[in-house]
C-alpha cells in the first residue's frame, strides 16, 4: 500500500488490495502482521510516527471491513529498510508504504 508524502491518508486506489486482504482474512483464521516505512525526508522520529500511522490506518480500514483487531499487528520502521534509492524521487515514492505479512 502506497502513500503521499507525509501523509497516512489511505488512496482510493488502495481499496481494491485492502477488500480483497480483508476478504482473505475473514475468511480464514490467518493473522496479519502490517509494517509501515517512511522515505528518507523530514526527522527519524517524525518518519516512525508517520510509518506507525501509515499501518494504523490500513488496520483501521480492515477492521472496519470486519477483521478481528485482535489478528492485526502493527509494526512502525520508520525510514529503515528501504526498498528503493532515497536519493530520488522515484525510490522515495516506493519507500512510502504499508507491507503485509503473514
Known sequence: IQFDFDSSVLRTSSYPVLDATSADLRSSSASVELDGYASSEGTAAHNM???????????????N??????????????????????????????????????
Open 49 to 63: 510516527r508517520l510509518s506507525r500511522d501509515r499501518a494504523n490506518s490500513v488496520k483501521t480500514y480492515l477492521v
Open 65 to 102: 471491513s470486519g477483521v478481528d483487531s485482535k489478528r492485526i499487528k502493527v509494526k512502525a520502521y520508520g525510514e529503515t529498510n528501504p526498498i528503493a534509492d532515497n536519493s530520488t524521487e522515484e525510490g522515495r515514492i516506493m519507500n512510502r508504504r504499508v507491507e503485509f505479512k503473514k
